[in-house]
């Protein structure tokens, strides 16, 4: 069984405050850190983790979900500048806005610690959709889980027949991240994978793929209310042609 530290949820964080679970990080070989990706304050969050990780010297990668898997800054030195950054891990400024994740990778780099892309790259997608042998990663009732999980994320409107090839890619990801995590680890040091907070989900995510050796502690960013009804662009735009789901409440 892997020597997972306890699940804990982050809450409190003022700047010079001492985050919940930072000295449980001490003995972890992993830290996944989940936030919500539309968190305005989740950026700093995720560098005060960066500094105060590589302040010590523990740091021994970033891993983010937000760049593909086979990408890093490792042929870069500490005074890179951002555009370099950008181009050696393809970052895709569509899918992930780069004001957004500029701090946290950008104290890596200029830590000397190597981000890596950890996410499954987009040209494995199709591929995942239809690998059935996904399904096997995850016993009978968290594959159920994921499924809802996947109808809940994309607001009730994903059409039926598209939820179990999207909840293979769902598992390819995770699984992926968990191999960028794993062979980054170095003993003593402890490897921080950014990602949404669903990928760090311990029945569901990255925990159920990574070595049963390792230590690690899963722990969430504190979400932020909506301001509105996020499904409504979906709706209205009617992201998901075909989807006959109900409305999300």
């Not at 936030?35 to 983790?49: F, I, K």
């Not at 090839?165 to 968990?178: E, G, I, K, L």
């Amino acid at each position: 069984m892997r020597r997972a530290l306890p699940f804990i949820a982050l809450t409190l964080l003022g700047a010079c405050a001492q985050q919940p679970g930072r000295e449980a990080s001490t003995r972890a070989d992993v830290v996944l850190l989940g936030e919500q990706h539309d968190a305005p304050d989740h950026a700093r969050l995720q560098r005060e983790w960066v500094d105060s990780l590589a302040g010590r010297r523990q740091l021994a990668a970033l891993a983010i979900e937000m760049a593909e898997q086979g990408t890093s800054t490792h042929e870069l030195t500490p005074r890179a500048d951002e555009a370099a950054v950008r181009a050696a891990l393809r970052w895709n400024e569509t899918g992930w806005p780069w004001p957004r994740y500029r701090e946290p990778v950008m104290a890596a780099v200029r830590a000397g610690v190597p981000v890596l892309g950890a996410n499954l790259p987009r040209a494995q997608m199709r591929s995942a959709m239809a690998d059935m042998q996904l399904e096997k990663l995850l016993p009978g009732a968290a594959w159920q889980a994921q499924q809802q999980a996947i109808r809940v994320g994309h607001c009730d409107l994903l059409p039926e027949p598209q939820i179990a090839p999207m909840t293979r890619v769902q598992v390819a990801r995770d699984r992926a991240m968990a191999e960028t995590v794993a062979s980054a680890t170095v003993p003593g040091r402890t490897v921080l994978l950014i990602a949404g907070a669903g990928h760090v989900d311990e029945a569901l995510g990255v925990p159920r793929h990574l070595p049963p050796t390792l230590r690690v502690a899963a722990l969430r960013l504190p979400p932020v209310p909506p301001t509105g009804d996020p499904c409504e662009p979906l709706r209205r735009h009617n992201a998901f042609p075909g989807a006959t789901g109900r409305p999300t409440p």
